[in-house]
């Protein structure tokens, strides 16, 4: 009888499973850019590119970067620098201030832009990545 039991509850947890099982992930490829302010390069950005229409179960995927001292980046999704899911997005960009902490750790302040390019309501930044290789134009803040 425990037996049956055991057998009942394996089939049923084994169905039940199948509705959680985690969608795909999306095919990616290769996105770079660069973000420039008042025409310079911006050191030590983060940028973020959120879906405008996400797939059900697509919103965890969320591409991003941090840009070098050349105000370049490469999108990572799932592995360094390895791109981003066709479609269309919008950019968010933060630039912490750096400071050092009294023990000379650098550490990160508030946002030098003032939030303008933080969320996807604020910004009027707009991508789209398409199959293939993606260079962005550049995205140019105030």
Not at 53 to 78: C, H, I, K, M
Request: aromatic share 8%.
């Amino acid at each position: 009888m425990i037996r049956l039991i055991l057998v009942g509850l394996t089939a049923v947890s084994l169905t039940g499973c199948h509705e959680h099982l985690p969608d795909p992930p999306p095919q990616i490829f290769p996105v770079s850019g660069k973000v420039l302010r008042a025409g310079k390069p911006m050191d030590g950005a983060y940028v973020k590119l959120l879906s405008v229409a996400p797939a059900p179960g697509q919103e965890r995927w969320v591409p991003s970067a941090t840009t070098d001292a050349e105000g370049n980046f490469v999108l990572s999704t799932y592995n360094s620098g390895d791109g981003a899911p066709p479609g269309d997005y919008v950019a968010t960009v933060l630039w912490p201030e750096i400071f050092k902490d009294k023990f000379g750790d650098p550490m990160e302040g508030k946002d030098r832009l003032g939030g303008r390019y933080a969320t996807p309501q604020r910004s009027p930044l707009k991508v789209t990545v398409e199959e293939g290789d993606n260079q962005l134009p550049p995205l140019k803040l105030k």
